[in-house]
């Protein structure tokens, strides 16, 4: 019996804490659903933050749509990287369009175990107050 508790409490740890954001400026909410459904069937203990218009930062853009996520993982760094990259381009987002100011769907992460990524993210205000919903 000890051994059993001793190996759950095991694969409990090997979880890690990933804070995503994601925004879009094109068909926002179809593609932030879109998003947040391909997520969930990724992870099913993921949560969402509200949903958040915002002023495109240095563009000249209609309003992204953006919310914050929340989940443990089981993948290390480059696999939660590439699953996001997929549902980035699930959701239609191409180069073509990024160079046109076109966001189908950016999904950033935050925060990763303890690391933190995209460090000039956490400054912006939206961030700021999303986070606050979110107890990781």
Not at 68 to 84: F, R
Not at 87 to 107: L, V
């Amino acid at each position: 019996m000890c051994l059993i508790i001793i190996s759950i409490f095991a694969n409990m740890s090997d979880k890690q804490t990933l804070l995503i954001a994601l925004g879009t400026n094109v068909n926002q909410k179809q593609n932030i659903q879109k998003a947040m459904d391909l997520l969930r069937k990724t992870w099913h203990d993921v949560l969402f933050t509200n949903l958040k218009w915002t002023k495109p930062i240095g563009m000249d853009t209609d309003l992204f749509y953006n919310c914050l996520a929340y989940a443990k993982v089981d993948e290390d760094l480059s696999q939660v990287q590439q699953i996001l990259k997929n549902i980035e381009k699930a959701c239609g987002n191409t180069e073509a369009d990024r160079a046109h100011q076109k966001i189908q769907m950016d999904i950033d992460i935050l925060m990763f175990g303890t690391r933190k990524l995209h460090e000039q993210d956490w400054q912006r205000s939206y961030i700021q107050k999303l986070i606050q919903e979110i107890d990781y």
